[in-house]
C-alpha cells in the first residue's frame, strides 16, 4: 500500500530546498547551492521510500537508490551516476576541514552549481514520473 501522506511531505520539503538552492545559485552562493542540490536528491528518493512504506536513514543518495532497487524499482543508470556526483557535495560543501586549505565556499563554481542544480531537478523529475506510475497501477 502506498502512503501518499509521507511521499507529498518529503517532496514538499524537497521542492522548497530546491528553491532555496536556486536562489543560492542566483545570489551567487555556489557552496549552497551545491549541498542544497544533494539535500533535494536525498529529500526525493526518501519521499518515495517513505511512500513505499520503506524509509531509510542515511545521507548517501546512491545507496538510497540501491534500497530503491532492492524493493524492485528499476533506477536508470543516468540518475545513479547523477547522485553519485551529487553524493560528492555532501561533506566538502560545509566543512572547512575537508580541505587542505582555504574554506569550501573558495571551490565550488557557478558551473558546478548549475550542473548540481540541474541533475536534483532531474533526480526529482523521475521520482514524481516513477511515483505517479506506482500510483497509477496501485490505484
Given at each position: ?8 511531505r ?126 497509477s497501477?496501485?490505484?
Amino acid at each position: 500500500m502506498l502512503n501518499a501522506k509521507d511521499y507529498e511531505r518529503w517532496m514538499r520539503s524537497a521542492k522548497h530546498t530546491l528553491e532555496s538552492a536556486r536562489r543560492d545559485y542566483e545570489a551567487g552562493d555556489y557552496v549552497w547551492a551545491c549541498f542544497k542540490a544533494h539535500q533535494v536528491g536525498e529529500k526525493t528518493i526518501k519521499a518515495l521510500l517513505w511512500g513505499l512504506g520503506s524509509p531509510r536513514i542515511g545521507h548517501s543518495i546512491t545507496r538510497l537508490l540501491k534500497h530503491l532497487e532492492a524493493l524492485g524499482i528499476s533506477v536508470p543508470r543516468e540518475i545513479i551516476d547523477k547522485a553519485m556526483v551529487l553524493d560528492k557535495y555532501y561533506i566538502p560543501t560545509r566543512y572547512p576541514d575537508a580541505w587542505s586549505e582555504g574554506i569550501p565556499e573558495e571551490y565550488f563554481s557557478e558551473k558546478e552549481a548549475r550542473e548540481a542544480l540541474m541533475y536534483a531537478e532531474e533526480i526529482l523529475k523521475w521520482v514524481e514520473d516513477t511515483w505517479q506510475k506506482l500510483s497509477s497501477k496501485r490505484g
